[in-house]
């Protein structure tokens, strides 16, 4: 009410409203990476696991030094120095997302370059390479299992079994005798 009964006080907010919407529209920046896939073709390269490398594969890529295919191992670099894939290069984290790292990207799609990101477990890199994926990245493969799998289960045995452990889930909890124990209660 009171600005009814003073209409410039009116007409002054509003053409300082007006100013503040004009000076942040002209001040925002324009955002430093768009996404050129969207969640419903990142979801389908899930389901089709186009996006996934086979430790067995892995190993026969790392050890042959195959130039078609590069592991990018995104743990920290302790975690690096302490073991890591045959010719991997570390890429932690925290930087995946830098300028640097994106050339280096844009340099292995050029050359038509597999990149295959690892962490200690497939559930670490799932992320980044959802990330890489919707930002354009076509040619990118998690490893699934992880260096965890790569490196103790198939390097001690060599022998790949019937059903590969990273296709095994166990449930943490069984929750149909935890049913009947509080039925029964």
Known sequence: MIHAKNPRRLTLSLI???LIIIVGLITMNKPEFSYKNNSAQVLKSI???EGELIPEKAIFYAEENNPSFV???IRN??????GHIPNAINIPL????S????KTFDKYVR???????????????NGSWMLLKQLGYSDIKVLIGGFEYYSKELKENEKVPETPEYFVETPKYDFA??????SSN
């Not at 925290?94 to 997302?97: A, Y």
């Open 16 to 18: 300082v409203f007006v």
């Open 47 to 49: 389901l089709n696991k």
């Open 71 to 73: 592991f990018v191992d």
């Open 77 to 82: 670099p302790y975690e690096y120095i302490k």
């Open 94 to 97: 925290t930087e995946l997302l």
């Open 99 to 102: 300028k640097e790292t994106m």
């Open 111 to 125: 050359d038509k370059t597999t990149i295959v990101i690892y962490a200690n477990t497939q559930t670490e890199a």
């Open 177 to 182: 005798k935890i049913a009947k124990e509080a």
